[in-house]
């Protein structure tokens, strides 16, 4: 079987400015990665594509690293930790991120969280968001909420569930970035400190790093009505910035099956990119699409 591990945020949390951001802390990825290569044969993009398609058995099951959002660290931590060990990674950008210094709504929220009251900040966005779209549906499934956001307590999950899916989109990245901007401060320039750079991005190629695209906007793909727009805008800008690459993954923001669909996957083909790793947990095995990778979470492993 293939499993794909999925990293995020990556970084000596306790000394950082942001302690209570939910990451990985760097002691214990060194550990998770050399306990990872002793287990599995540690896959490159090129062999988990041919175990996928039926052309390749190898002698142990396989591992894909994969690091979502194109964060500071990854150029950094991450890609020392794998270069030291002959390894390599799929490194996933959010391209108006690392080209504007933009900080997305998503980003915007767990950065908020880990500096605010819960209480605080939620009952702010939900004044707002009544004002804004008083129609929005702000009641929430339990079970569906504890199924998208397994790692967060039902508060934060509930929360977090209504600002990404049933927030309009403008209307939630105009509250966020007035919180946020009230928070801290100049949005370029903490995402200038967030995002990797793209001479980040060609130094981490040069180190034996995949690059792959994770949209441009980071939004449920399914819900725009210009996918075909967004995508090829990641892909351009991608390839216009990086070095060449013989394959071009994509990482799905959210991922989870209601955030892509047919449409999403004609769209990744025609900009260029030849697969897509989503959220769903679970290992993989010959046969399973290209465009429906399963991953598992750190704490998975």
Same mark, same amino acid.
């Given at each position: ?175 966020? !970035? ?47 009505? !210009? ?75």
């Amino acid at each position: 079987m293939l499993r794909v591990v999925m990293y995020h945020y990556v970084r000596d949390l306790p000394n950082s400015r942001f302690p209570r951001i939910k990451g990985m802390l760097a002691d214990a990825f060194v550990t998770q990665v050399e306990a990872l290569q002793a287990q599995y044969e540690m896959a490159s993009v090129e062999s988990a594509y041919a175990y996928l398609d039926g052309d390749y058995v190898p002698a142990r099951d396989l591992c894909l690293l994969t690091f979502d959002d194109g964060l500071e660290e990854h150029a950094g931590l991450c890609t020392e930790v794998l270069a030291d060990r002959g390894l390599s990674g799929v490194f996933a950008i959010i391209t108006r991120s690392t080209d504007e210094g933009w900080v997305t709504p998503t980003h915007k929220n767990h950065f908020l969280l880990a500096h605010l009251p819960l209480a605080t900040y939620r009952d702010a966005y939900l004044e707002r968001l009544r004002e804004l779209a008083p129609h929005v549906n702000v009641d929430v499934d339990p079970d569906e909420v504890s199924k998208t956001y397994r790692w967060d307590t039902p508060e934060v999950a509930a929360f977090k569930f209504v600002l990404n899916f049933r927030s309009p989109a403008d209307v939630k990245e105009r509250i966020l !970035d007035a919180i946020f901007e009230d928070t801290f401060g100049d949005e370029e320039t903490f995402g200038r400190e967030l995002y990797l750079s793209w001479d980040d991005a060609r130094a981490m190629q040069s180190s034996g790093m995949v690059l792959a695209g994770h949209s441009h906007r980071h939004e449920p793909l399914s819900s725009l009505a !210009d996918q075909r727009e967004e995508l090829s805008r990641c892909a351009t800008l991608l390839k216009t910035n990086c070095a060449e690459q013989e394959r071009w993954p994509f990482t799905y923001p959210f991922g989870k099956p209601h955030t892509y669909n047919d449409e999403t996957v004609a769209s990744l083909r025609a900009a260029g990119f030849d697969c897509g790793f989503c959220t769903l947990v679970g290992d993989n095995v010959p046969g399973t699409s290209r465009f429906a990778i399963q991953r598992v979470d750190p704490k998975d492993v």
